[in-house]
DNA sequence: TTTATTTTGTTAACCCGGAAACAATAATAA
DNA sequence: TTATTATTGTTTCCGGGTTAACAAAATAAA
């Protein structure tokens, strides 16, 4: 079996078990999902978040957001502000305690990103160029294969 | 930036992506759902396949199967048989419009074989062996991590 | 054998998103 | 200005999955 294959097979086993991936098991904090620790992330570093914005920035629905930040509210973990001039638009902003998840996502995310460079580390200099020009073929691929879609 | 910081970032996102990449928009045949599909190639595969095997295959709940399983039945994709000796498992067949289904799948599955193995032809053979031996590492990452999961 | 335990499939209640309809507001055109 | 169009956020309904409880059957233990 040449090489292609090989990788091709591996990757589709990886594929299979991605979903493990994703972030579960980090236990975070128990009583907050991903997707309202995600919401809050992106509060926390967009300028003026509101409903559209987050939704924009996660690849969800408005009314997606909506409901997470509803249970973001009530959960006491951000805020809303509306501006004087503005009726329609609404805003979030961070509590003490969602500044504390924004934080502690944080310091979970790079924690993950220092053991991806260890285990880069593992590589040659040539071994690293092929890894990446692989990945930029693949994510060029993906970002044109959306874009097609979106053309539809 | 250096490469391993370059492979890293476009790894994140590709992985913020990749929902993109699963099956979507394969349109195999409507009134389908990709699970149903997924369902339908087990029991074309597995020997005497019930609930509780293809459940584990799909690493879906039992719950989720019986339902899908339903659904099949009542499309008329599947159809249900016991064996004499056993009145509790319940084993699945595919039918003749179980079994087209199943082929479509499987000629668009080697069809996406196929563009993959393209794809990597674009590549030396010193960048395949290191692509190799990243997926490699990674999918050995990814057993090991979920084996300690089950630990838990 | 009889009794406990395990396995199997189903179901009810629930959670999470998406799609689409909607009212309120803002922005644009006339 | 008024009228039309676009944007924003919410809500309802639905699909798809999980969890947990359950009855029926098979298996193991007594």
Redesign the pocket.
Known sequence: MNQALKILDIFIKIQEQLDVFQHKGEDLLDEI????VHCIDCIGMIDHP??????EKM?????????????LLGKGLIE?YQEP???????FRLTEGGQSVYGEHKKLHSKVRQEWLSFFAHYSDDEQAAILRFFTDINDFFVSKSTDKIEK
Do not use: Q
């Open positions: 999902s991903l997707a309202e509101n409903v559209t914005k987050i939704s690849s969800l629905t408005r009314g997606g957001i909506s409901k997470i930040s509803k249970k809303s001039d503005n009726n329609k638009e609404i805003y």
